[in-house]
């Protein structure tokens, strides 16, 4: 099953007295068998046994033993047997493994996913028409395919004949350069219709320069900014392969924009307006629900108190709450709480990879105001 934002957003709002044990699973069968990746929960689990709650440890062994399809190429699952709390979901992209046990699921790598791979639609573009696909979480949905006419006539034979008793003109003469356009402009027409209809984040066109380049121009402008790029590909492509082209673009594109966003809220924060760096300011301006952009570094886990009143977050230990004079209980990662609550309100996360500021600062976040 996939999952979508609306999910996401249940998710986030998911809290439990008992903990909850929220697994990452990397099944890419492209790497290793599942036997492997099941061997490798195994020890995960045993990891944290003094941490987690038996009968989650038990629940999720025994998903992954006997119910898992080893479909996929990452399975995320969130359990919590006391408050009857069990989600399971089977990804066609991968995922780091990991495994978090905290009062709330711990969500932001599932969050980058949806962010990353939520829906996105692929325009395959040529001079006859144009194949449309929709892919949610890297899992195709929807296919249209949109033929144009004249062309279609061609292809059966008429047209070339036709040709032929002109004396071979060029198949760029200027009745066919017409058809090709005419063609296109429909094309764009179908494209957008199929994005008002199936609304993806992202749009990615493939085919030969240089029609590609012109279908593009002739994309209403609110579609033309959700193009994230152009690549060409062979039209005997199966589906994998091409599912696997348009993962490797978004993979690209999300790491260029995951940096971007980790430069904006340090430039913000140096201007002092608009940004913080470290769990500190971050805690802070968290509580204030000033949080647009909340950037963290994959691996940043940091110990810190919660409010048991207000759910005021800090990393100092202080008697009582200074918001509500409510008593603190410690909390195994701050970092994580500070997504959950980024996530609650509507906020954005990126989980940054290589970004040596950050590595060093662990966290940082970009304002609302
Ligand atoms: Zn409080």
Redesign the pocket.
Do not use: E
């Given at each position: 099953m996939s999952i979508s934002e609306t999910e996401l957003r249940e998710l986030a709002e998911f809290q439990s007295e008992t903990p909850i044990l929220s697994v990452y699973l990397n099944v890419d069968p492209t790497q290793r068998t599942s036997e492997e990746y099941l061997l490798r929960l195994r020890q995960m689990l045993k990891e944290v046994e003094d941490q987690a709650v038996r009968e989650d440890v038990a629940a999720v062994q025994r998903y992954f033993e006997h119910e898992y399809d080893w479909s996929g190429r990452g399975a995320v699952v969130f359990s919590c047997v006391a408050a009857d709390f069990w989600r399971a979901y089977s990804l066609a992209v991968p995922v780091a493994s990991g495994l978090t046990i905290a009062r709330r699921p711990y969500l932001s790598p599932l969050a980058m996913l949806v962010d990353a791979y939520g829906q996105y639609a692929l325009a395959s573009v040529n001079r006859q028409g144009l194949e449309l696909l929709l892919f949610r979480m890297g899992e195709m949905v929807e296919r249209e395919v949109f033929e144009g006419e004249e062309v279609y006539k061609r292809k059966k034979g008429r047209g070339s004949s036709s040709l032929g008793r002109r004396g071979g003109a060029p198949v760029s003469s200027g009745h066919q350069k017409e058809l090709a356009l005419r063609n296109l402009r429909e094309a764009a027409r179908a494209t957008d219709r199929f994005c008002r209809k199936h609304k993806p984040q992202r749009l990615i066109v493939a085919g030969a320069e240089p029609t590609a380049s012109q279908f593009r121009d002739l994309l209403p402008r609110s579609l033309q900014e959700k193009v994230i790029g152009t690549m060409s590909i062979d039209p005997a492509a199966s589906e994998p392969e091409i599912r696997e082209r348009t993962l490797q673009l978004l993979q690209e594109v999300e790491e260029k924009r995951k940096v971007e966003a980790a430069e904006m809220a340090f430039t913000a924060a140096g201007k002092g307006r608009e940004g913080v760096v470290g769990l500190d300011e971050v805690l802070s301006a968290a509580h204030e629900g000033r949080i647009r952009t909340l950037v963290i570094d994959r691996h940043y886990h940091a110990r810190g108190y919660r409010?048991s009143?207000?759910?005021?977050l800090t990393v100092q230990a202080l008697d009582d709450?200074p918001?509500?004079?409510?008593t603190f209980v410690e909390i195994p990662d701050a970092a994580e709480a500070a997504v959950t609550k980024v996530i609650e309100e509507g906020g954005e996360i990126e989980v940054v990879d290589d970004h040596p500021p950050l590595q060093q600062a662990g966290i940082a976040a970009l304002l609302r105001y």
């Open positions: 409010c009143n207000c759910r005021y709450c918001f509500c004079g409510g």
